[in-house]
C-alpha cells in the first residue's frame, strides 16, 4: 500500500505544480483534460492523500464543481448539451492556436483513436505538433479516421485469442 500512496501522492504534486502556473490543466480554459481528470481525484483519502498538502489542487476540485459537465453533471445529463459543444469549440481554439508547437519532438498513441473522444484528441494534439499515431479494431473506421487527422494508425486486437492475451495486428 505504502508503494500506491506514494505514488497518488507523487501525482498530485505533479497537478499541483501545473495548477500553481494555470488555472486549469491543459491551458487557461476550462477543457476535456479536466473533465477526464476530475474522477481520478474525488476521493484523495482513498488514495492516502491529505489534500490539504495540495492547495492548488483542492482549489481546482472545488471550481471544478461549479463548470459545465462537473459534479452537476455527474448523476443527469445537461439539458444544454449543445451550448457545451460550442464553448468547448472556443475553447479548444483558443489552446490548440496559442500553443501550436508544444509537442513538437512527441509521440502521442491514442488507443481508440479512429472515433468519438480518441479521434477529438488526436485532431488537437496533431494541431499541438505531436506525431500521432491511433489505434482501434476496425480498420474501417481508423481508415475514416485518416481524412480528419494527420496520424498513423495501427488496427490491431488486444483482446486476442490466446490465454495470455496477445493481440493480432492488422495494417488499415
Not at 41 to 48: F, H, K, S
Request: hydrophobic letters at 35%; aromatic letters at 6%.
Amino acid at each position: 500500500m505504502t508503494r500506491y500512496k506514494n505514488e497518488a501522492n507523487r501525482l498530485y504534486g505533479v497537478l499541483e505544480k501545473q495548477l500553481k502556473a494555470s488555472e486549469w490543466l491543459a491551458c487557461d480554459e476550462y477543457t476535456i483534460a479536466d473533465m477526464a481528470t476530475m474522477p481520478w481525484l474525488r476521493a484523495p483519502e482513498r488514495q492516502g492523500v491529505n489534500i490539504d498538502e495540495f492547495p492548488h489542487v483542492k482549489r481546482w476540485r472545488d471550481r471544478h464543481r461549479g463548470a459545465p459537465g462537473g459534479e452537476e453533471g455527474r448523476w443527469k445529463c445537461s439539458p444544454i448539451a449543445g451550448a457545451r459543444r460550442r464553448a468547448s469549440t472556443r475553447s479548444r481554439r483558443r489552446c490548440s492556436s496559442a500553443r501550436s508547437n508544444m509537442l513538437d519532438d512527441k509521440v502521442a498513441w491514442i488507443t481508440g483513436g479512429g472515433s468519438g473522444i480518441g479521434l477529438a484528441a488526436a485532431v488537437e494534439l496533431a494541431k499541438a505538433g505531436a506525431k500521432v499515431v491511433i489505434s482501434g479494431r476496425s480498420e474501417a473506421t481508423l481508415k475514416a479516421a485518416l481524412k480528419t487527422v494527420k496520424a498513423e494508425a495501427l488496427a490491431c486486437d488486444v483482446g486476442g485469442q490466446g490465454a495470455g492475451g496477445e493481440g493480432r495486428r492488422r495494417d488499415p
